[in-house]
């Protein structure tokens, strides 16, 4: 039997896995529910510090920043919308 994977996030994928669970006739088979992960890969944060790098050399003679200015810049820009649109705690803090 092939792996399956259902994420359920919504009624009809929940009962679509429920249908697919009910109907395995193997008395071996193993069912496995775990919450999704969301985090950056290796590769993910290598080629975010690429680019730092490349906006490093590319505007040196502009705005000056190195690759963790750069990081800070992008940061300070985007990560607190994205922290009061996606976590509820963040409001009250």
């Known amino acids: 039997m092939n792996p399956q994977t ?3 996030s919504t009624p009809v994928t929940r009962a679509n896995c429920i ?3 009910s109907q395995i006739d193997d008395p071996n088979a193993i069912v496995v529910i775990k919450n999704k ?4 890969s290796a590769a ?4 975010k510090w690429v680019w730092m790098g490349v906006l490093q050399k590319e505007r040196a003679g502009f705005e000056g920043r190195s690759r963790e200015g750069w990081n ?3 940061k300070g820009k985007y990560i607190r919308p994205i922290l009061l649109e996606q976590d509820e705690q963040y409001h009250e803090f």
């Open 37 to 40: 992960k969301e985090t950056r």
């Open 19 to 21: 249908a697919f669970i």
């Open 72 to 74: 800070r810049y992008f």
């Open 44 to 47: 993910q944060l290598r080629l």
């Open 6 to 8: 259902f994420h359920i």
